[in-house]
């Protein structure tokens, strides 16, 4: 027994203290909370493994944290998307066909232009050398143009996903994405599929391909303009990455081949240590003694933007719940419509995981982000999904296979329809069931995301980045699909046949005495 203990100690001892510690770029582009939660929990975990950690983000610290630098201070350079989403412009903008278009240019292509910035030019120009950077951070998702700072810097590059890859991800280090049984998660297909739901999954992959590849394409320039002239180019960088870190896991998006060069990550941005809640927040929870529902649309849609009808069938809705409370998380209440019901609570900001993590949570109602989800997931919260746009759909269609969740159509949120979903999750205690036994199935892993990342991270750093990368890297889509070897196959048969076909005609017309035209001609008097 304590020879066992002692060899645990040695295990925690080995995962905790760094072999080495490197310098890191990270750079995150991209103006979203959501996003940037992971980053937040990857960058200050290599941090506090001993690494010298240079971060470029719209996020600095607030504490600081020994090891860790904002070197690049980008907030307030780009319009928040932060609790600036309205309903109108979710609906008008982020339909599924237009959705890749803009990951490739708003919150694409423009960011590249960050790279402007002068702290970040200085960087570039004159990057460290007491010591020299050993790898670049970044996210993968619209901005390309950040992966050439691999090359740039002449370390590799590992990229942050965080959602399940992209259709165009996968191509960056040839992983694998037979739309036959992998969904494509821009669409709301799900394993297995029927004849027609491949047609569509197969369809909706290659268009969204070609879309991110020609609307990213003017990415090019950018890294010319900013990286230099002799930089490699936009379709070289992405297939420079050395390594790519995924926010899914197979117990929430099913199974999918991955090459060596993709890790799941899913759920790293939950930090182990819950903090403290407010104490007035806590005190209201711990009052609601009969349950309270949470209801978050992220960081980013307002809520109070939704249409009157809406909100006043929320509102009569909600009033039926009492003596449930509720607790909403709304950006700007004051622009509410008068006559929230008095069961309810509205805050601008809201600790979520405690709150997911309180004793007295029944229900969490929200618009399927990836990340709140897997938070309500990883605390076992059964949850209301009205998705509006992107992978939210598919997250709450997969929730809902789950048996955890209730999905409600953003458009026709009736009162009726809103009751019936309260009804359902708060009376049927198999969801709470459902949700607790996916948590623990969620959570059982050999090791935690964030010490899994920081893992493959000192991985690449220690050997190179090139060793993790598919051999299919150096073929074409027909190769890999063995187009070829079908199409050779297919003319060597065809080519034997119509050779067997002559032989046996020259030899009937040997055997018969007659020349081969007669042996013809008489066939076809037959
Ligand atoms: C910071 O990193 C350096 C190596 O880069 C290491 O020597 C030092 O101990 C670290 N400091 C802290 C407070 O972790
Ligand atoms: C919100 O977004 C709009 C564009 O959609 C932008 O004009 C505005 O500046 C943003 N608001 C803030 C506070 O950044
Ligand atoms: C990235 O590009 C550089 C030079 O352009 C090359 O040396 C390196 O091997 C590439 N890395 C990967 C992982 O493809």
Redesign the pocket.
């Known amino acids: 027994m304590r020879m066992f203990g002692f060899n645990v100690l040695l295990v925690i001892i080995a995962a905790i203290s760094p072999g080495e510690a490197y310098r890191i770029l990270g750079v995150f582009p991209l103006n979203g909370k959501s996003h940037f939660v992971m980053f937040d929990q990857l960058m200050k975990g290599l941090a506090k493994r001993g690494h010298q950690v240079d971060v470029v983000s719209h996020f600095p610290l607030k504490k600081p944290l020994p090891n860790y630098t904002d070197v690049v201070d980008l907030s307030g350079t780009m319009p928040a998307v932060l609790n600036n989403m309205t309903y109108d412009f979710v609906k008008s903008v982020l339909t599924n066909s237009a959705v890749v278009p803009l990951l490739a240019t708003q919150f694409g292509g423009e960011l590249c232009d960050l790279m402007d910035h002068p702290r970040f030019r200085e960087i570039i120009k004159n990057p460290p050398k007491d010591p020299p950077y050993d790898l670049v951070i970044t996210e993968i998702f619209g901005s390309s143009c950040y992966l050439a700072l691999?090359?740039h810097f002449n370390v590799?590059v590992v990229g942050v996903a965080t959602c399940v890859l992209m259709p165009w991800t996968n191509d960056m280090v040839a992983n694998p994405d037979n739309p036959a049984y992998i969904p494509n998660v821009l669409s709301d297909n799900f394993a297995p599929m029927n004849f027609f739901q491949r047609v569509k999954n197969a369809l909706s992959l290659w268009k969204a391909k070609w879309d991110f590849n020609s609307y990213s394409a003017y990415q090019d320039d950018k890294i010319k303009k900013y990286l230099g002239p002799n930089s490699?180019s936009l379709r070289?960088a992405e297939?420079?990455?050395?390594l790519i870190l995924a926010n899914s896991h197979y117990s929430l998006h099913g199974v999918r081949p991955y090459t060596t060069a993709v890790v799941e990550v899913g759920g790293l941005h939950i930090p182990q240590e819950v903090d403290a809640l407010p104490k007035d927040l806590q005190k209201w929870l711990d009052d609601s003694k009969d349950g309270f529902v949470y209801m978050s649309f992220g960081s980013m849609i307002k809520i109070e933007s939704f249409p009157k009808e809406t909100l006043a069938a929320l509102y009569n809705s909600l009033k039926k719940l009492a003596p449930v409370r509720v607790l909403i998380k709304i950006a700007k209440p004051q622009e509410l419509p008068p006559g929230l019901p008095s069961n309810v609570l509205t805050l601008s900001w809201v600790p979520q995981v405690p709150v997911l993590n309180h004793k007295h949570v029944r229900v969490f109602v929200t618009h399927g982000g990836l990340m709140g989800t897997q938070e309500a997931i990883h605390c076992g919260v059964p949850m209301i999904g009205i998705p509006l746009f992107g992978d939210q759909m598919q997250n709450i269609k997969l929730y809902v296979r789950k048996k955890i969740a209730v999905a409600l159509d953003h458009d026709q949120l009736t009162e009726e329809k809103l009751d019936t979903a309260f009804r359902t999750v708060l009376g049927d205690p198999s969801y709470l069931q459902a949700a607790r036994k996916f948590s623990v199935e969620f959570r059982d892993r050999p090791m935690r995301a964030l010490d899994t990342a920081t893992f493959w991270i000192e991985y690449v750093i220690r050997h190179g980045?090139?060793n993790l990368?598919s051999p299919a890297m150096e073929l074409t889509w027909g190769q890999t699909s063995l187009l070829d070897i079908y199409g050779a196959l297919f003319l060597s048969v065809a080519l034997s046949a119509y050779l067997v076909k002559v032989i046996i005609t020259t030899l009937i017309a040997i055997v018969t005495g007659s020349d081969i035209s007669s042996v013809k001609h008489s066939k076809k008097v037959k």
């Open positions: 691999g090359q590799p490699i070289e297939r420079n990455v050395s980045g090139t990368k």
